[in-house]
């Protein structure tokens, strides 16, 4: 939540990539919560993803074209027009996850937010992810408990009683 801008240092200051400002560094910096209710705004899926670039004061156009994409790179365009409170848990955290993409960060923070996926979709998002991060330069920062997780990352970090140590 500090990374962008949710909590502020209670020491310190927090810069990420190059920037300290907190409205920049929520438009840098998406973080995707295990509950993926504790982000929603809006009653729809495609209302709810618009609601992060609209806050950016993007063209609609842009808005538009972010949203599309976002759906597509996750394979969710069948759900835009749905009732977020009509979707599975694992719906709704791939809404909540394409909704943090559209706003095109810099970085995510996942925090366990593909732990409500099956495995074989956790498989493709996990794909994804790393795609974008080799094309797009996207940072993810993937706070989990899987294993299998862990042996795909290029740094692992281990956080034990408030204290945080490269593994």
């Not at 190059?18 to 993926?36: C, H, I, S, T, Y």
Request: hydrophobic share 40%; aromatic share 2%.
């Amino acid at each position: 939540m500090l990374l962008n801008g949710l909590l502020k240092p209670q020491s310190g200051s927090l810069c990420a990539f190059g920037e300290r400002d907190d409205k920049k560094l929520k438009a840098l910096v998406q973080l995707v919560f295990q509950n993926p209710e504790n982000g929603f705004i809006a009653d729809t899926v495609e209302r709810d993803m618009a609601f992060g670039p609209e806050n950016l004061c993007l063209e609609q156009k842009i808005i538009r074209e972010n949203v599309d994409l976002a759906m597509r790179t996750l394979g969710i365009e069948g759900l835009a027009k749905r009732r977020i409170s009509t979707l599975s848990g694992g719906q709704k955290q791939l809404v909540a996850l394409s909704g943090a993409l559209a706003i095109k960060p810099r970085a995510l923070v996942l925090d366990e937010a593909l732990s409500m996926l099956d495995e074989q979709t956790h498989e493709k998002v996990l794909r994804i992810l790393r795609e974008l991060c080799r094309k797009e330069g996207l940072t993810v920062v993937l706070i989990t408990h899987r294993a299998s997780e862990i042996l795909e990352a290029d740094s692992v970090y281990k956080i034990e009683r408030g204290k945080c140590s490269k593994m």
